[in-house]
């Protein structure tokens, strides 16, 4: 492709001239602006999906610390048995005081959700920070 004829009047002695300036068809355009994009990336977990779709579920234990007393809020404001609340609320204590140790934290969360089947709509979305608690034993 002719991008330039490039033609010169002649001078004189000197007769009139092309300088072409050509470029084939399919070759890219040097003068098309350079796009940067950065990505910074950063977080638990991070990802980068582009032209994709991520329906992965991570869970992230950052501290385990508000866990064991959130659960026992939740048991509290929905239990009404005192005396089912005091239970529940000592195999929680007792979770608290063993998750440093995976073995023991893992039987008393088990002691939860055997004492508390009926109550899975409320302990049911601890049970993953939990369980990742007793496996890390952290």
Do not use: C, W
Not at 129 to 137: K, R, V, Y
């Amino acid at each position: 492709m002719v991008i330039d004829p490039g033609f010169t009047r002649g001078f004189g002695s000197i007769p009139d001239s092309y300088q072409t300036e050509v470029r084939r068809e399919d070759a890219p355009n040097d003068k098309q602006s350079v796009t940067t994009i950065n990505y910074h990336i950063n977080g638990n977990n991070a990802r980068f999906n582009q032209n994709s779709e991520d329906n992965s579920l991570n869970v992230v234990i950052e501290s385990s610390d508000g866990v064991f007393e959130d659960l026992k809020t939740e048991l509290r404001a929905h239990v009404a048995d005192p005396q089912r609340i005091s239970e529940l609320e000592g195999i929680i204590n007792d979770m608290q005081a063993s998750q440093h140790d995976s073995k023991g934290m893992s039987e008393k969360l088990g002691q939860l959700i055997s004492k508390g089947a009926d109550l899975m709509g409320i302990i049911g979305p601890f049970v993953p920070m939990l369980a990742g608690i007793a496996a890390s034993g952290s």
